[in-house]
Every structure is written in structure tokens, then in C-alpha cells.
């Protein structure tokens, strides 16, 4: 199993890996890379005038943008998309505010460091981002008040006295390093010109220069991982090379996000993680790139990148729902939202897709609002093209069907729609999820996925909102349908059997249409089929399940509510759902599980659990939306 999963990541992967363990063990990169003291870059506020939008909505997000620097001026950061945290003014960086406990703050080389102790370093490094210097740098644009540029330069310099270069934690990963680089740049963009670079002064050059020598030492380790760390870091080398005109960083970052995208988004526009909030960010960091293209007037990227960027584009368009801006919780979440040039709410995907169709020229199905104002900020608002959005009814389509990355989007009516995850996976899965099954209708994710929760946590944690108990599918005697290897690994990578659609074939005087696919693995045999109405509110699910020496286990996340179970049958007013069995031994039960919508947040979710102790056996779900409620 472990020789099997080392070829499907890739032999010159795991030898990239292993070259830098190896480094660490005997502390290569201090040699090299010592430690030095962080330069301070400067503010350049001269003749800057405030920044005005003639939108209706401007005064809206002008008024939350003051009100999210104001709490940053009063010591109170965002984290993760929920909460506002007291961490000082200026903060200690090396504070968890959740816990009130200080990380062990020393000039070490971040070498010396292990990341996964007992405390979660996700939670340090959130404030050391520099998503905070955005913020300032708007609502001092927006105001033209001093005290936001005085907090801006404050929070700077405390940072930079704290952490010395390469010195603790805040310098251990390349790609927070990267993430820094990219906020502080576009901190100096919207402080100087949204038209022009930024200027060049000494500690500015030698922030950014010191910043990219750290990202290059271990680059080839976040190349080696196949995720957003190898676009993140690629990103920092070219935009702060470019900027520079650094020719090796410059070259060595272009070169690395063309072979980045192109290798991880497939051709269906699917991203290598698997994820929904990681594939935001990628976008997020995609139009970054391309915006300090234009503005250094760089060559351009070849075809082929740009026809991955727009397919990932059409990918993430297809699950945010068209009501809210909001998106089933796919895949691993740790809460990332970086780059923004709005404050809009971490739930909302508009902003992304609204300036990643835009610049990208790709037709989506969303109309102007506040989520444009990022165009405003970056000078593109005029590149707004009516073409850029289409006819949503015109265009709409019963199914479409990701076949690289595993997805099929089912989507009855516009306002109703699903999704069954496909288990297949091209790059390494962080959640086992084969034939989870998401339900939304006219807005409210009727049935849901777990979510991430937190990376730092124990192996029964782990195991509940990356494993099976967190998806709505089957689970075998208690039993993951992969072996986990680590933290972030799963061995045994599955495969489905088939994937089969008919539309309007089985009884037709209800007008339904299905859709069925299947996967076997050690513990059993799930084989789940789809069937559903016209207009989305009725869906009936198959599950036929065999192979399993003990038990199994279907499992219904639904929307919090008053559910009530009386028999075979759920009621709440969402609607109804009846379940039937093909067996005698089985039972029903209205359990409470967890669901983590936000990176470090939990909370209680109604669970509706069938429990099965024949194989084989069939369960049939059938699930009525409640019509009033549409």
C-alpha cells in the first residue's frame, strides 16, 4: 500500500520531500539561510486622495471596511472568517487567542521547529498574514483619516522587530512567507496607484527581497505537495521578482505557476485538493497574478494556462449557490481567505467569481452588486463586459458532469440543485467522501458536509471531519474506506466502477430522471443511484450496500431545525424524508454530530442514521421538499 501510494504522488515528489527532511535533520538551512533583522517598509502617503465609488452600494461596504480597521486599531483581529479576536494593539504575534496562551516566542532558526505540537500553529500564523495592512490601507483610502495609516505603519513595525528574518515560526512554511509578500504588495498598491507598480524605497526592496530568498530555499518541497503551497510560493517569486526585476526569481516564478496549473487543474477545471475553499484561493491568487502582470506589463502566460484558469473559473461557478454566493462545504476548509479587496462575509464566493470572470473574460451567472469592488479598487471596472454574464435560464443544464475531478452537478432547477461526489481522485484526497451527496434548495443547504474543523487536532477528530461520519454516505463497521497514513495522507486511494445517467427512464408519469455510480473497497461495496423530479423537490436515493462482515451505516447531515422522527419518517419544515429497508434488522435514529462551516469552529447538527446488520442490503431515501418553503 505505502509503495503504491508513493507512485500515484509521484517518485520525484517523495525525493523532494525527503531532500528536505534530510536538510532539516542536520540544519542545511541555517548555514545557508541565517538569521537577520525584518526591514521595516515604508508608508508612502503622499498626495494620496480618498478613494470614491459612485455605486449604490458603495456607502454599505465603505461602512464595514471602516468598522473592520476600526476593531483592528482596538487590538482585535479576524480569524478565520468568524470570529474577532484581542490580540493587542499592536498585537502579540505570538498569542492564541483562543486558548489566552503564547506560542513559544525565540530567535531560533524556523529550521528547529515542530509545527503540529500541542497548540494549533494555523492559529499564529493567521495574524502574522498581513491580511490586516489591506484593510488599514482601504479605510485610509476610503476616509483619508491618519489613523489608519498610523495603525498600518504601528502594526508593521511591530511585526518586523518580532520576527527577524528566518527566525521562529512565522518563517517555518514558504507559503506564509509568500501570503505576507503578496498582502504587503497589495497594501502598497492600493496605498500608491491602482494604475502603476508601487514604489521602490530601500526597506521596501529589501522586505521583499528577504522575502523571496526565504520562499526559493524550499520551494521544490511545495512543489513536491501538489496543492496551493506550490501555486502560493510561486506566486510571491514572480510577482515580487517581477516587480524588482530580480531575473531568478522572476523566471523561476513564471516558470513554476505555468507548470503548477497546468498540472493541477484538470481539464474539467478542477483543482488538486479537492476542495471548494482552496480552490477560491487558488483563484483568488490566480487574479493577483494576472492583475501584476498587466500592471509591470509582463509578457503573457501561454494558452494553455489560460484555458486552465477559465475552466477553474466555469468549476467554481457551477457550485456557488446562485441565491446566496454561498457553496456546499466541499472538501478540507482551514478558514483561508486572502487577497481581498472588499469586506465582504468569508461565507460569500461572489467577490472571487465577480473579478475572476472579469479579468479572465469568462461568462458567469452574476449580476453587478457589491461584491464588484474589487474591480473598483484595481481600475477594471470598466472592462466589465455585458457579455460577461449569461443567460442562466438559456443556459442552464439538468447535468454536468466533472469527470477528472469526480463531481456531477444536479441541478432539476436553478434554484434547486445537488452534487454526488464521484470517488476518484487523480491527486491525494484529504476527506474520504465517495458518493456524499449535498442538497440545496432555494438557498438553504438542506443536506451538507462536516467540513475540516481543525488540522491540529486528534486522530479521532481528525477521523470524524475528514472520514466518513462527516459526509452524507455509507460507512462499513465503523471502518474509513481508505487507510490513513498521516495527518494530511489516505492510502488506498479509491476508484469508482461506473458512473451512469438516464434521464427520465424510470417512472415516467413523476417525471424522473438518475443517475447511479458505485466503488468497492476492503470493508464493502456501495453502489448508490439518484433519481429525481422536474422541478427538485422530490429526490430518491438508492443505496445498495454489500460485502461488509458487520454493520453499516447511512448518514443524513441535515440542516439545523426542528426535526422530528416518528417511525420510518423525518419532518421538519424543510420537509419530509422516509426511509425504507429492504431487511428486518436495522434501526432508525435522530443522532447529533458536528459540522465546521468556519476553520476552528464547531457546532451540533441534527444526524439521521440508518443502521443495517445484513449484507447484503438495500436502503431506499426519499426525500420531499417542502414546497411552501421554496
Known sequence: MIFATIRKLGIKNCFYVFIHRLKLRFRTYSFFNPVSNCPVPEMILDDVLPFNINEEWFKKSNSICIKEADKQLKGCLDFFGKDYKFVGSPPNWFLDPFEDIDFKNTQDHWENFNLFVSQDIKILWESSRWSWAPIFARAFRLSGEKKYSDGLERFSKSWCEANPVNAGLNWTCGQEVSIRLLHAMQTWKILDSPKSPPIITRSRKEFVRLHLKRILVTHKYAIAQKNNHWLSEAAGLFIGGSWLNEKKYKSIGRNSIENCINSLIMKDGTFSQYSVNYHRFVL?????????????????????????????????????????????????????????????????????????????????????????????????????????????????????????????????????????????????????????????????????????????????????????????????????????????????????????????????????????????????????????????????????????????????????????????QIKSIFGSINISVSINKYFINLQTGYESKYYFHKKYIPVLEVKVIESPATIITRLEINKQNN
Not at 452534487?419 to 456524499?436: E, G, N, Q, S, V
Open 284 to 568: 483568488d491568487t490566480l487574479c493577483l497574478i494576472e492583475i501584476w502582470r498587466r500592471i509591470l506589463k509582463l509578457n503573457k502566460f501561454s494558452k494553455i494556462f489560460y484555458k486552465n484558469c477559465k475552466n477553474a473559473i466555469k468549476w467554481l461557478d457551477e457550485f456557488v449557490d446562485p441565491l446566496t454566493g454561498k457553496t456546499s462545504n466541499i472538501g478540507a476548509n482551514d478558514g483561508t481567505y486572502c487577497y481581498k479587496f472588499h469586506s465582504q462575509s468569508y461565507e460569500n464566493f461572489w467577490p472571487t467569481l465577480s473579478l475572476a470572470s472579469t479579468i479572465f473574460n469568462v461568462e458567469i451567472s452574476l449580476k453587478k452588486g457589491i461584491w464588484d469592488e474589487p474591480l473598483f479598487w484595481l481600475d477594471l471596472d470598466q472592462e466589465i463586459n455585458i457579455k460577461r454574464y449569461k443567460d442562466s435560464i438559456k443556459n442552464h443544464k439538468k447535468y454536468k458532469i466533472f469527470p477528472e475531478g469526480g463531481y456531477v452537478k444536479i441541478s432539476p432547477t436553478l434554484n434547486n440543485w445537488a452534487y454526488l461526489k464521484i470517488p476518484k481522485y487523480k491527486f491525494r484526497p484529504m476527506h474520504a467522501d465517495p458518493l456524499h451527496f449535498d442538497l440545496w434548495s432555494n438557498g438553504k443547504n438542506i443536506l451538507r458536509d462536516g467540513g475540516s474543523y481543525k488540522y491540529n487536532a486528534s486522530l479521532d477528530t481528525l477521523n470524524y471531519f475528514q472520514g466518513v461520519s462527516s459526509h452524507n454516505t455509507i460507512q462499513f463497521n465503523n471502518l474509513e474506506p481508505m487507510i490513513r497514513i498521516s495527518r494530511f495522507l489516505w492510502g488506498d486511494w479509491l476508484s469508482s466502477d461506473f458512473l451512469e445517467i438516464e434521464s427520465n427512464s424510470i417512472n415516467n408519469q413523476n417525471n424522473l430522471s438518475k443517475i447511479s455510480s458505485s466503488y468497492s473497497c476492503n470493508v464493502g461495496k456501495h453502489k448508490r443511484s439518484i433519481e429525481f423530479n422536474s422541478d427538485g423537490t422530490i429526490w430518491i436515493i438508492k443505496d445498495s450496500i454489500s460485502n461488509f462482515s458487520e454493520y453499516a451505516i447511512l448518514r443524513w447531515r441535515l440542516i439545523p431545525g426542528e426535526w422530528e422522527l416518528e417511525n420510518n
